[in-house]
T-cell receptor
Framework: GESVGLHLPTLSVQEGDNSIINCAYS??????FIWYKQESGKGPQFIID?????DKRQGQRVTVLLNKTVKHLSLQIAATQPGDSAVYFC??????????FGKGTRLHILP | DADVTQTPRNRITKTGKRIMLECSQT?????MYWYRQDPGLGLRLIYY???????NKGEISDGYSVSRQAQAKFSLSLESAIPNQTALYFC???????????????FGEGSRLTVL
């Protein structure tokens, strides 16, 4: 079926540590994946994306990994900061430029 | 000023009433989307539009309709609101690039709708 899901609804990480947020998808035809960050009271904001012909992409303090064999996507945040506290969503283009979202993971930063 | 503006930001209505949520954008994007957000369910796609003549159903279009009045405007209507349509609604635009099949969604600040 068409679905994008998260392994964990909540993740708590010590400030300064690295965070890893996981996402599973089921549509083998999906060719484009995106991570969004949603802070309280705001709309989601783009973090990083990756096309299906890549397995890794790096941004500033963030890295997205794509494993098409097991249909798994992850977002790694280096040296997690208090400002990283938010809900993170993975999203995918399931075809016809139809972008669907997973259920989200809430990231808590511990002092 | 926000690039993607939603009105109203908050609305309380009664079952059976017709409700319209409006979205306007100054980004010049052709593609616009309406999503619904419920706690624990993430964002679900209601409708999306590639231009004024191209409207597509999303994951949960039943009970909703849309109108693309112009490139910059995309409105969502609930013809007869029911309590389970109580949710936070987001409009988004996309700078989709057909050559690369990639694009970023730019979201409005959301419209919170409560149906009593």
């Amino acid at each position: 079926g068409e679905s994008v899901g998260l392994h964990l609804p909540t993740l708590s990480v010590q400030e300064g540590d690295n965070s890893i947020i996981n996402c599973a998808y089921s549509n083998s035809a999906s060719d484009y994946f995106i991570w969004y960050k949603q802070e309280s009271g705001k709309g989601p904001q783009f973090i990083i994306d990756i096309r299906s012909n890549m397995d890794k992409r790096q941004g500033q303090r963030v890295t997205v990994l794509l494993n098409k064999t097991v249909k798994h996507l992850s977002l790694q945040i280096a040296a997690t900061q208090p400002g990283d506290s938010a809900v993170y969503f993975c999203a995918e283009n399931i075809g016809d430029d139809k972008i669907i979202f997973g259920k989200g993971t809430r990231l808590h930063i511990l002092p | 000023d926000a690039d993607v503006t939603q009105t109203p930001r908050n609305r309380i209505t009664k079952t059976g009433k017709r409700i319209m949520l409006e979205c306007s954008q100054t980004k010049g994007h052709d593609r616009m989307y309406w999503y619904r957000q419920d706690p624990g369910l993430g964002l679900r796609l209601i409708y999306y539009s590639f231009d004024v003549k191209d409207i597509n159903k999303g994951e949960i279009s039943d009970g909703y309709s849309v109108s693309r009045q112009a490139q910059a405007k995309f409105s969502l209507s609930l013809e007869s609101a029911i309590p389970n349509q109580t949710a936070l609604y987001f409009c988004a635009t996309s700078d989709w690039a057909s050559e690369s099949n990639t694009g970023e969604l730019f979201f409005g600040e959301g419209s919170r709708l409560t149906v009593l």
